[in-house]
């Protein structure tokens, strides 16, 4: 498949992070752009080929054709099919939609189309009056390709309208000896005929049958270089080349048809020739591959700036010319080995390229059942502002277990706070986690918060004198507003001095306060004296332990006080 004949995943850019955010958080670990980072998976495929190479990925399939058969592996290399006994299967393309995968196969002349399913051949269609079908791509119910078996004038493109049942070719363009390089982007469709020099790039409408040519591309000193491949970005505004002879890649506005600006230095000799080149379906980044004389190497630009922000290579494989596909955060290249043609699927650690910076500022200490606050930042390695972004919070209690999860959302400047109330004392974990998006890895951020225990001020109001078999009354509080306590145990203890000095002591019933720390009991004493009261608040692993005591003088039932000893 041609760079930009890869449509965006089925699912939207939010489910897609969701669905790997286990492979988001293993890239949290990549070193940063531009050095070299980690190379990825690469898979023998166990074929040795010598035509073939291309790849797309569909419905949770990656498929590579390899001549004789086309390979099927699951997204992490796994070989788990193959469709075996086709006769040249060397381009592959994706619809923007549904479950197919079309093929060229060059010797018989015909495009299949595979259902990703069952991974059966479910169509097939005839190209006998445009042989050699050898490059494939498409978009929505179209499908164009670039044919040709190397006899002057007797190759081209040809479009074709799927939804038909015998879908009839429509020619675009001039003959050509070399079967055309071809991509397409909504209704722009570009061409070139490979190997030749100087090369044409010739741009077309395709939102009309037959196409409409909107002009050609061409250098103006000594025409362009030969061309190894060519893609589209997503919204069709630039092409993109590879040159045969160049270390440099290229961006052509498709309006001016002027050049847009390259990618990468022509004159460095640091790096292999140019080999292949795409845009991913979001529109940030373009990746080139290279092939120098024992190394495969992989690129990724900033779309618009042209930054190296990641690169990485394989060392004893070279990259087979085109084959770089993108499928949700994920990006393939198939290598080959240069003396026997055995093929490999080569997977880069997901993208995306960019990183983010998240960070989580808590205080040291806090106490239980108290509100606190905790904030942070969310920035961006281009400097631009994040805008209102969804974070992940867990918090974990000292005893390991997990309180409930929560979602909260950044400032567009990418600060945020949240707060939180410790249900008890000790060490407190909190961690933040963005699951980034198309453009940007995400990030995590942690802190942990000691937590001491909830000092209560016990107080109690009562009557400072009473009569012998009258209710006594009391009311108390260890709270403070706003503060909501789990249950716990009030104590309280009655020691009355008698008016001979007897002394008896005796414990009230429990009481259990209300969750503001309110609480209230009642006495009726039988016999006169001083009546101490000792309340105690027994604490737990939020709250701190206190007491008070309160006394009352009870009177004679005459209500004369009594006489007392000395």
């Given at each position: ?9 089925p ?7 969701l ?19 980690a ?11 010598g ?11 990656v ?40 093929a ?13 399913v069952t ?8 190209l ?17 390709v670039g ?16 939804s ?12 050509t ?11 722009t ?40 491949d ?27 048809l ?29 990746v ?24 990485t290579?394989h ?19 198939v ?22 910076t ?5 205080p ?30 867990n918090?974990?209690l000292p ?36 699951p ?29 004198t ?14 403070a ?33 209300a969750?503001?720390g ?25 709250i ?23």
């Open positions: 498949m041609r760079p930009s004949t890869f449509v965006r995943a699912l939207p850019r939010r489910l897609v992070a669905a790997n955010a286990l492979l988001l958080m293993a890239a949290l670990l990549i070193a940063q752009a531009p050095a070299a980072a190379a990825g998976i690469v898979t023998d495929l166990g074929v040795a080929a035509r073939g190479g291309d790849v797309v990925a569909r419905g949770s399939k498929f590579v054709a390899a001549d004789d058969r086309i390979i099927v592996t699951s997204l992490d290399g796994r070989l788990i099919d193959t469709i075996g006994g086709l006769s040249g299967a060397v381009a592959l393309a994706a619809p923007d939609g549904g479950r197919k995968v079309y060229a196969l060059r010797d018989s002349h015909e495009v299949i189309e595979i259902d990703t991974v059966t051949i479910t169509r097939r269609i005839d006998a009056a445009y042989p050699c079908p050898s490059n494939l791509v498409q978009s929505y119910d179209r499908l164009w044919y040709g078996c190397g006899q002057a004038g007797e190759g081209g493109v040809v479009g074709l309208i799927l038909a049942a015998a879908p009839t070719p429509v020619p675009i363009g001039p003959g000896t070399r079967p055309p390089l071809v991509a397409v982007a909504r209704n469709l570009v061409t070139a005929e490979p190997g030749v020099t100087p090369a044409v790039i010739r741009v077309y409408d395709v939102s009309t049958t037959p196409a409409t040519p909107r002009g050609e591309i061409r250098q103006d000193t000594g025409g362009l270089p030969p061309l190894r060519l893609a589209l970005t997503e919204d069709g505004s630039t092409a993109l080349s590879a040159s045969a002879d160049t270390h440099r890649f290229d961006a052509w506005d498709t309006t001016t002027a050049q847009a600006r390259p990618f990468g230095d022509s004159e460095s000799s640091d790096h292999g020739l140019a080999a292949a080149i795409t845009a991913d379906p979001d529109g940030a980044y373009v080139g591959g290279r092939n120098s004389s024992d190394t495969a190497e992989l690129v990724v630009y900033d779309a618009t700036t042209a930054e190296v922000i990641y690169a290579d060392q004893g494989k070279e990259l087979v010319a085109g084959s770089i596909a993108f499928y949700g955060t994920l990006i393939w290249g290598l080959k080995e240069p003396d026997t043609g055995r093929m490999h699927l080569w997977r880069l650690p997901p993208s995306p390229f960019h990183s983010s998240l960070t989580l500022t808590a040291p200490e806090a106490t239980a059942l108290e509100q606190f606050t905790l904030s942070g930042r969310l920035t961006l390695s281009t400097g631009s502002l994040p805008g209102v972004q969804t974070l992940e919070v918090r974990w005893d390991g277990t997990s309180r409930p999860f929560q979602e909260i959302t950044t400032a567009a400047d990418g600060t945020y706070e949240f707060t939180d109330t410790p249900p008890s004392s000790g060490t407190f974990e909190y961690r933040v986690y963005w980034g998006n198309s453009w940007y890895r995400g990030r995590g951020a942690s802190a942990t918060v000691t937590v001491t225990s909830y000092q209560p001020v016990l107080t109690v109001d009562g009557p400072a009473g009569v012998v078999g009258d209710q006594l009354e009391f009311s108390g509080s260890f709270g507003d706003g503060v909501v306590f789990p249950p716990t145990t009030i104590t309280v203890s009655r020691k009355v001095v008698g008016p001979d000095g007897t002394v008896t002591s005796k414990a009230l019933p429990k009481v259990a306060p969750s503001d309110s609480f209230g009991f009642a006495d009726t004493p039988a016999t006169a004296g001083e009546h101490t009261y000792t309340i105690r608040l027994a604490g737990n692993s939020a701190g332990p206190a007491h008070t005591i309160h006394t009352v003088t009870v009177l004679g039932s005459t209500g004369i006080r009594p006489k007392t000893r000395g």
